[in-house]
């Protein structure tokens, strides 16, 4: 997708996940991840894997970009933020 590495978010759990983790940008990792794992991450999510891990790494990236507000706005049928007109 010509995406470039430092551009990239992946989330992993377990050993096999570091090499990967390592040539992205953006290292989220589940509450019951290997300590080594969550040892790389940049963001450890507070629900084990199976029990909302995803969503909370999904919700967290889209805070960090700024879009959080502005899409639970849409959800909630309420204005946009003013910040994100």
């Given at each position: 997708?010509?995406?470039?590495?430092?551009?990239?978010?992946?989330?992993?759990?377990?050993?096999?996940?570091?090499?990967?983790?390592?040539?992205?940008?953006?290292r989220l990792v589940p509450a019951n991840?290997?300590?080594?794992?969550?040892?790389?991450?940049?963001?450890?999510?507070?629900?084990?894997?199976?029990?909302?891990?995803?969503?909370?790494?999904?919700?967290h990236l889209l805070q960090q970009a700024?879009?959080?507000?502005?899409?639970?706005?849409?959800?909630?049928?309420?204005?946009?933020?003013?910040?994100?007109?």
């Open positions: 997708m010509n995406v470039p590495p430092e551009k990239v978010a992946y989330m992993g759990d377990d050993l096999p996940d570091i090499p990967a983790m390592a040539r992205c940008g953006y991840a290997a300590a080594e794992v969550k040892s790389v991450a940049h963001f450890v999510t507070p629900a084990p894997g199976g029990h909302g891990a995803v969503r909370q790494a999904v919700e700024g879009a959080w507000d502005e899409i639970l706005a849409r959800y909630l049928g309420r204005p946009a933020p003013e910040a994100a007109r």
